[in-house]
Protein backbone atom coordinates (compact mmCIF):
# COMPACT_ATOMS: atom_id res chain seq x y z
CA UNK A 1 0.00 0.00 0.00
CA UNK A 2 3.27 2.23 1.04
CA UNK A 3 4.33 1.41 -2.81
CA UNK A 4 0.75 2.35 -4.54
CA UNK A 5 0.49 5.93 -2.11
CA UNK A 6 4.15 6.77 -2.89
CA UNK A 7 3.25 6.63 -6.76
CA UNK A 8 0.39 8.57 -6.34
CA UNK A 9 2.01 11.35 -4.66
CA UNK A 10 4.36 10.98 -7.31
CA UNK A 11 1.86 11.14 -9.91
CA UNK A 12 0.16 14.29 -8.34
CA UNK A 13 3.13 16.13 -7.80
CA UNK A 14 4.16 15.94 -11.16
CA UNK A 15 0.92 17.10 -12.37
CA UNK A 16 0.99 20.40 -10.35
CA UNK A 17 3.95 21.22 -11.81
CA UNK A 18 2.87 21.11 -14.92
CA UNK A 19 -0.30 22.69 -14.09
CA UNK A 20 1.07 25.66 -12.61
CA UNK A 21 3.53 26.50 -15.44
CA UNK A 22 3.40 29.63 -16.83
CA UNK A 23 1.88 30.69 -20.28
CA UNK A 24 4.73 30.26 -23.19
CA UNK A 25 4.65 32.97 -25.38
CA UNK A 26 6.56 33.25 -28.89
CA UNK A 27 7.08 35.82 -31.59
CA UNK A 28 8.39 35.16 -34.82
CA UNK A 29 8.64 38.07 -38.09
CA UNK A 30 9.80 38.28 -41.28
CA UNK A 31 12.97 40.36 -40.94
CA UNK A 32 12.84 42.17 -44.29
CA UNK A 33 9.74 43.97 -43.74
CA UNK A 34 9.65 47.39 -42.61
CA UNK A 35 6.33 47.24 -39.94
CA UNK A 36 6.42 51.48 -40.16
CA UNK A 37 4.67 51.09 -43.62
CA UNK A 38 1.52 49.47 -41.87
CA UNK A 39 -1.17 52.12 -40.61
CA UNK A 40 -4.03 49.62 -41.06
CA UNK A 41 -5.92 46.35 -40.96
CA UNK A 42 -8.95 44.12 -41.31
CA UNK A 43 -9.79 40.79 -39.76
CA UNK A 44 -9.81 38.24 -42.07
CA UNK A 45 -13.51 36.53 -42.91
CA UNK A 46 -13.91 33.28 -40.42
CA UNK A 47 -15.37 30.55 -42.25
CA UNK A 48 -15.71 27.81 -39.59
CA UNK A 49 -18.22 28.73 -36.10
CA UNK A 50 -16.21 28.58 -33.06
CA UNK A 51 -17.51 26.11 -30.46
CA UNK A 52 -16.65 29.28 -28.00
CA UNK A 53 -18.09 31.87 -29.47
CA UNK A 54 -17.05 33.85 -26.40
CA UNK A 55 -14.01 33.66 -26.69
CA UNK A 56 -13.80 34.47 -30.36
CA UNK A 57 -14.95 37.35 -29.53
CA UNK A 58 -12.61 38.28 -26.60
CA UNK A 59 -9.56 37.22 -28.86
CA UNK A 60 -10.97 40.23 -31.47
CA UNK A 61 -11.66 42.76 -29.24
CA UNK A 62 -8.08 42.15 -27.31
CA UNK A 63 -6.51 42.27 -30.84
CA UNK A 64 -8.01 45.31 -31.93
CA UNK A 65 -7.09 46.80 -28.51
CA UNK A 66 -3.74 45.80 -29.13
CA UNK A 67 -3.16 47.01 -32.90
CA UNK A 68 -5.68 49.78 -31.79
CA UNK A 69 -2.57 50.95 -28.89
CA UNK A 70 -0.04 50.21 -31.93
CA UNK A 71 -1.39 52.97 -34.20
CA UNK A 72 -3.18 51.05 -36.53
CA UNK A 73 -6.73 51.60 -37.13
CA UNK A 74 -9.02 48.87 -38.09
CA UNK A 75 -11.04 49.67 -42.31
CA UNK A 76 -13.50 48.02 -44.14
CA UNK A 77 -11.75 47.79 -47.34
CA UNK A 78 -8.60 47.79 -48.52
CA UNK A 79 -6.24 47.55 -45.32
CA UNK A 80 -2.42 46.81 -45.06
CA UNK A 81 -2.43 44.26 -43.14
CA UNK A 82 -4.75 41.38 -42.82
CA UNK A 83 -5.26 39.52 -39.06
CA UNK A 84 -6.54 35.66 -38.91
CA UNK A 85 -6.30 33.49 -35.24
CA UNK A 86 -6.29 30.11 -34.39
CA UNK A 87 -6.82 28.62 -31.93
CA UNK A 88 -7.86 25.01 -30.26
CA UNK A 89 -7.93 22.94 -26.69
CA UNK A 90 -6.90 19.58 -26.13
CA UNK A 91 -8.35 18.02 -23.07
CA UNK A 92 -5.98 15.02 -20.97
CA UNK A 93 -6.85 13.10 -18.12
CA UNK A 94 -4.78 11.09 -15.71
CA UNK A 95 -5.23 9.00 -13.31
CA UNK A 96 -3.25 7.06 -10.14
CA UNK A 97 -2.30 3.51 -10.52
CA UNK A 98 -3.64 1.26 -8.70
CA UNK A 99 -1.98 -2.47 -8.29
CA UNK A 100 -4.95 -4.98 -7.10
CA UNK A 101 -2.54 -7.97 -8.60
CA UNK A 102 0.31 -6.69 -6.51
CA UNK A 103 2.39 -6.72 -9.58
CA UNK A 104 5.33 -4.36 -8.51
CA UNK A 105 6.10 -6.54 -5.61
CA UNK A 106 5.98 -9.50 -7.37
CA UNK A 107 2.73 -10.55 -6.82
CA UNK A 108 3.07 -10.38 -2.97
CA UNK A 109 1.26 -7.66 -0.93
CA UNK A 110 3.06 -5.41 1.30
CA UNK A 111 3.34 -6.29 5.24
CA UNK A 112 0.03 -5.49 6.60
CA UNK A 113 -1.82 -5.44 2.93
CA UNK A 114 -3.74 -8.51 1.57
CA UNK A 115 -6.23 -8.61 -1.53
CA UNK A 116 -8.59 -8.99 0.69
CA UNK A 117 -8.17 -5.47 2.58
CA UNK A 118 -11.95 -4.37 0.76
CA UNK A 119 -12.30 -2.79 -2.33
CA UNK A 120 -9.72 -0.26 -4.28
CA UNK A 121 -9.70 3.54 -3.07
CA UNK A 122 -11.34 5.66 -5.47
CA UNK A 123 -8.83 6.91 -7.56
CA UNK A 124 -8.53 10.64 -8.37
CA UNK A 125 -8.79 11.98 -12.06
CA UNK A 126 -6.70 15.07 -12.89
CA UNK A 127 -8.38 16.78 -15.76
CA UNK A 128 -5.84 18.93 -17.78
CA UNK A 129 -6.77 21.43 -20.85
CA UNK A 130 -4.19 22.63 -22.71
CA UNK A 131 -5.10 25.73 -25.50
CA UNK A 132 -2.98 26.87 -27.72
CA UNK A 133 -3.83 30.80 -29.57
CA UNK A 134 -1.77 31.73 -32.86
CA UNK A 135 -2.20 35.31 -34.21
CA UNK A 136 -1.10 36.24 -37.46
CA UNK A 137 -0.47 39.39 -39.42
CA UNK A 138 -0.42 38.96 -43.04
CA UNK A 139 0.37 41.81 -45.52
CA UNK A 140 -2.36 42.48 -47.65
CA UNK A 141 -0.48 43.26 -50.80
CA UNK A 142 2.00 40.84 -50.94
CA UNK A 143 -0.58 37.73 -49.29
CA UNK A 144 2.60 36.78 -46.72
CA UNK A 145 2.75 35.98 -43.22
CA UNK A 146 5.17 39.39 -41.15
CA UNK A 147 4.28 38.60 -37.88
CA UNK A 148 2.91 35.49 -36.00
CA UNK A 149 2.53 35.30 -32.14
CA UNK A 150 1.90 31.94 -30.30
CA UNK A 151 0.81 31.46 -27.41
CA UNK A 152 0.04 28.11 -25.31
CA UNK A 153 -0.78 27.25 -21.63
CA UNK A 154 -2.30 25.11 -19.34
CA UNK A 155 -6.32 26.49 -19.15
CA UNK A 156 -8.36 26.77 -15.98
CA UNK A 157 -11.43 25.23 -17.84
CA UNK A 158 -13.78 24.99 -15.46
CA UNK A 159 -13.56 28.99 -14.34
CA UNK A 160 -14.64 31.01 -17.70
CA UNK A 161 -13.78 34.40 -15.96
CA UNK A 162 -9.97 33.04 -15.28
CA UNK A 163 -9.92 31.47 -18.41
CA UNK A 164 -10.81 34.90 -20.55
CA UNK A 165 -8.13 36.52 -17.82
CA UNK A 166 -5.35 34.01 -19.24
CA UNK A 167 -6.75 34.71 -23.17
CA UNK A 168 -6.10 38.48 -22.34
CA UNK A 169 -2.92 37.93 -20.79
CA UNK A 170 -1.44 35.94 -23.31
CA UNK A 171 -2.37 38.62 -26.10
CA UNK A 172 -0.79 41.24 -24.19
CA UNK A 173 2.18 39.29 -23.82
CA UNK A 174 2.63 38.49 -28.18
CA UNK A 175 1.48 42.48 -28.89
CA UNK A 176 4.72 43.80 -26.59
CA UNK A 177 6.24 42.54 -29.23
CA UNK A 178 4.54 44.34 -31.79
CA UNK A 179 6.04 46.09 -33.53
CA UNK A 180 9.52 44.12 -33.70
CA UNK A 181 12.59 46.08 -32.44
CA UNK A 182 15.28 45.91 -35.29
CA UNK A 183 17.84 44.75 -32.46
CA UNK A 184 16.88 41.65 -31.42
CA UNK A 185 17.01 38.80 -33.67
CA UNK A 186 15.18 36.88 -31.43
CA UNK A 187 11.34 37.63 -29.24
CA UNK A 188 10.68 35.07 -27.13
CA UNK A 189 8.88 35.51 -23.96
CA UNK A 190 8.06 32.87 -21.37
Known amino acids: MKLERARLVLLMVMLSVSITRAQNVKVGYDKSTEFAQFKTYAWVPRQTQSSMPLVGTKIQLDVDYELGQKGLRKVESDPDLLVTYQSGIEGQSAAGAHDPGFTGTGGYPLPNDTMWGGSLPAGSVQHVVKGTLAVSLI ?48 DRER
Not at 146 to 161: F, P, R, T
Request: net charge positive; no cysteine; hydrophobic share 30%.
Open 139 to 186: NARQKQTVWSGIAKANLDYEHQAKMYDQVGKAITKMFKKYPPSKEKSD
